[in-house]
């Protein structure tokens, strides 16, 4: 079994700062890639930014610049920093992550609970 459990969520003003954090634990042979992703009601998933298991990262167009994700291998913890935040920020951040919990087991993805960002005018 493999739990995500997310932090770091709140309400700021527009050109404030946050940062995510999303650790795995449980049953974890390896850890593959780690992504963000944000939702707004109404509205599909969408990926922020993503990051390879050997630390290649890309951010979508909407945020680059202003976010950085990172990931700490000994912590099997994956962050977002936002910077410049903007109202139209503002949604519900979910993690993923690509889990192998054993050899004879294929990779399985893994999304976090959610953790609500609110970014004021």
């Known amino acids: 079994q493999v739990h995500l459990v997310e932090s770091g969520g709140g309400l700021v003003q527009a050109g404030g700062s946050l940062r995510l954090s999303c650790a795995a634990s449980?049953?974890?042979?390896?850890?593959?890639?780690m992504g963000w992703y944000r939702q707004v009601p109404g509205q599909q998933r969408e990926l922020v930014a993503e990051i390879t298991r050997g630390g290649r990262s890309q951010h979508a167009d909407s945020v680059k610049g202003r976010f950085t994700i990172s990931r700490d291998y000994a912590k099997n913890t994956v962050y977002l920093q936002m910077s410049s935040l903007k109202p139209e920020d503002t949604a519900v951040y979910y993690c993923?992550?690509?889990?192998?919990?054993?050899?004879?087991?294929?990779?399985?993805?893994?999304w976090g609970q959610g953790t609500q960002v609110t970014v004021s005018s």
């Open positions: 449980g049953s974890i042979f390896r850890i593959n890639a």
């Open positions: 993923n992550v690509g889990v192998v919990t054993s050899w004879t087991t294929p990779e399985g993805e893994y």
